[in-house]
């Protein structure tokens, strides 16, 4: 059974987005932009919600071709185009970059992706992750906390129906006062 890791950058109060989608608080130092690219290698598929996916595409296609890239941010979007990635979405039609769009129910196909053999999933997007939480679906979760309050926005957790107790498994700092906690559910 594959494994559902859920992580992001988000806000000392909760928000992965200010209001109005700003994440301008969200600029990572050079080794957190490496902490997340590396995570990249050992993720066999990755999950959007559409309103993250088209976030990602829209810059991540391209920007090893921009003139001001750097060697990390080049890596970076080369390993993002050739990562297997699913999105789910009933409002648009098309994706590119190794991606496969799924219309339908998103919890029975996580579901089944979990079910098949293969390599660990990350998933991304408030509203699909706050679907698979509330599924019971997400094995992992990764929060890098930065220190800034924006009071509203987008939460990174949803209501639940029920308690999900977590076990810290690891902590590191980064520059910039930014805290990564990794978190396992317990089964």
Same mark, same amino acid.
């Given at each position: 059974?594959?494994?559902?890791?859920?992580?992001?950058?988000?806000? %000392?109060?909760?928000?992965?987005?200010?209001?109005? =989608?700003?994440?301008?608080?969200?600029?990572?130092?050079?080794?957190? $932009? &490496? $902490?997340?690219?590396?995570?990249? #290698?050992?993720?066999?598929?990755?999950?959007?919600?559409?309103? %993250?996916?088209?976030?990602?595409?829209?810059?991540?296609?391209? @920007?090893? &071709?921009?003139?001001? @890239?750097? #060697?990390? +941010?080049?890596? $970076? /979007?080369?390993?993002?185009?050739?990562? *297997?990635?699913?999105?789910?979405?009933?409002?648009?039609?098309?994706?590119?970059?190794?991606?496969?769009?799924?219309?339908?129910? *998103?919890?029975? +196909?996580?579901?089944?992706?979990? /079910?098949?053999?293969?390599?660990?999933? =990350?998933?991304?997007? *408030?509203?699909? /992750?706050? @679907?698979?939480?509330?599924?019971?679906?997400?094995?992992?979760?990764?929060?890098? @906390?930065? #220190?800034?309050?924006?009071?509203?926005?987008? #939460? $990174?957790?949803?209501?639940?129906?029920?308690?999900?107790?977590?076990?810290?498994? +690891?902590?590191?700092?980064?520059?910039?006062?930014?805290?990564?906690?990794?978190?396992?559910?317990?089964?």
């Amino acid at each position: 059974m594959r494994r559902l890791t859920y992580g992001m950058n988000l806000t %000392l109060d909760g928000y992965i987005a200010a209001p109005g =989608d700003d994440i301008g608080w969200s600029g990572p130092s050079d080794e957190l $932009f &490496q $902490f997340w690219s590396d995570r990249l #290698p050992a993720t066999e598929l990755t999950l959007y919600g559409r309103k %993250l996916w088209q976030t990602m595409s829209s810059y991540w296609h391209t @920007a090893d &071709q921009q003139p001001h @890239a750097t #060697p990390a +941010e080049s890596e $970076f /979007a080369r390993r993002w185009r050739d990562k *297997a990635k699913v999105v789910f979405s009933s409002t648009i039609d098309k994706v590119d970059w190794n991606t496969r769009l799924v219309p339908g129910d *998103a919890v029975a +196909e996580i579901t089944r992706l979990k /079910a098949e053999d293969g390599g660990p999933m =990350d998933i991304g997007g *408030a509203t699909l /992750a706050g @679907a698979a939480m509330r599924a019971g679906l997400i094995d992992e979760y990764v929060i890098a @906390a930065h #220190p800034v309050l924006v009071g509203g926005g987008t #939460p $990174f957790f949803t209501a639940l129906d029920s308690w999900v107790r977590l076990n810290l498994v +690891e902590t590191r700092t980064f520059p910039g006062g930014v805290v990564v906690t990794r978190y396992e559910t317990k089964r």
